[in-house]
């Protein structure tokens, strides 16, 4: 009787269109039927047709046209079929027939699946796909070596020799390598494409606006990917795509829950609310520390305010990396509690290990993060607990806050998304994408086969830089190096401060051979000439994790 009377409830909202609301009750209502084990009633695949979320379908008690709707958005996606809910199917639709779209999704929309569909329907010679991390970048690697690897050369090293159907995946500063070698793109892939914009992301907007543009001129059609966005104002980049927006079409439920108005500032209160919802271990908890410092606030609670567990793999980890690492390190200790640790200091081999780990069921039950859990790692939890409202030093903005809370959920493993906020959330807001052409690339590019894209200002300063540049190396070797993209640094002023350095101080560069030698400390020279030059650019964080 629950059942028909959700189902009711959920109908009168599709009537009254308001479909959010009613796949919201939808995802709610199969999350209980899937703790409880029941069957889904035909009235059920009913409201589940209605709502488009066609995967969802049961076909033991569906009914013909039911099946025939699950049976009709199946694809191949690469080794096997699989079904599509009908936003996904409409994007892939539009690619198919040769659109250049750009998708704004939530986090569990599916948006790289389409890729999958598209290479197994269209059986593309050569796709490029750009990804904002290294980590990414091998995750992908794998979801699609797994699939294509017996008709396509997969590639993410640089120099690798191209096949005869290649899919060449990189972050954007590997990317130029192979310019030259590609003379078509099939696809241009742009995965977190928001990324563009400098307010998103100002150290590597600059190389990736001139990564896409290069790749751009190569590519019959683009496929640019990103979250959370509402509106995508002109610019130069996706002028001719088409641009969808889909953020109100959800595949998991996020039940958003307050707890910080409850304890306020109260330090204590806030630490006690932590470990009562990590130390069950009964569901998989993600939280967002936002900064290094709170990492460790975080590690002594934990450590302070839970037992060790002995399982299989955690031990053993935690054994290794006293062993191999620090005997007295405190990641170990939490290890040993069944927590893990993700930031951007931490060896790129530990994160992927802690990954993996959190994804077994008797693995990890948490795993602590700063912002390069959501930048650079496709995972997901059941709970999602935000402890401090900071990216670093700065206020938590509230794009990347959706991003965070987005990784809570996953169709078929979590229909619903825990959200704790332990912290005050950013204020919220309708992100509008704008992607300007940052003045650091202008000398990197062409006067005339970027002039539709450049200001008459624009083109004067790409040839004056010429001139300057042309007057320290000479007009042919600047032409020849900017045709080869051996200029890959994107900052075209740092470019221009070392061509003059040079010129003016040739006896200070004459240590280059150093940087061969497997002695460290032979190569402080010449690295502080060139940050010296390029303030900021050496800059790492401390490895205290």
Known sequence: MEIFETCQEINGLLSASNEMAARNLLIRLLADLDQTKTPYP?????????????????????????????????VDVGRRLATLHREQSTVLARLLNGKSIAVS??????????????????????????????????????RLFKKFSEHYTIITAPDTRLGSKNILIFPQERAFGYLASLEKIDLLVVDEFYKASQEHDPERAPSLIKAILKLSRKASQRYYLAPNIKKLNDNAFTRDMEFIELLDFNTVYLDIQEPYKEFGTDAEKKGAKLIELISPGDKKSLIYAGTYSEIQKIADLVIKGMPAVDRIYTSSFAKWLRENYQADWLLADLVERAVGVHNGSMHRCLSQLQIKLFEYEDGFDSIVSTSSIIEGVNTSAQNVIVWRSKIGRTNLKDFTYKNIIGRGGRMFKYFVGNIYLLDAPPKS?????????????????DEEGDSDQLTNSQIERIVEYRTQMSSIIGEQQFARLKKENILQDSDADFLLRLATDMKESPDEWKGFGYLNSSNPAQWDTMLYKVLKLKPGAGIQHGLTW
């Open 42 to 74: 035909q009235l059920v695949n009913h409201m589940i047709r209605a709502t488009g979320l066609f995967p969802y379908l049961q076909l033991a008690s569906a009914s013909w046209d039911q099946k025939y709707v699950h049976q009709a958005f199946e």
């Open 105 to 142: 999704a939530p986090t569990s929309f599916g948006k790289s699946f389409i890729i999958d569909a598209f290479i197994a329907a269209k059986h593309p010679d050569t796709v490029v796909i750009i990804v904002p991390t290294i980590a990414l970048m091998d995750e992908t690697r794998r």
């Open 429 to 445: 807001e309708d992100a509008q994408l704008e992607i300007a052409f940052p003045d650091e690339i202008l000398g990197t590019l």
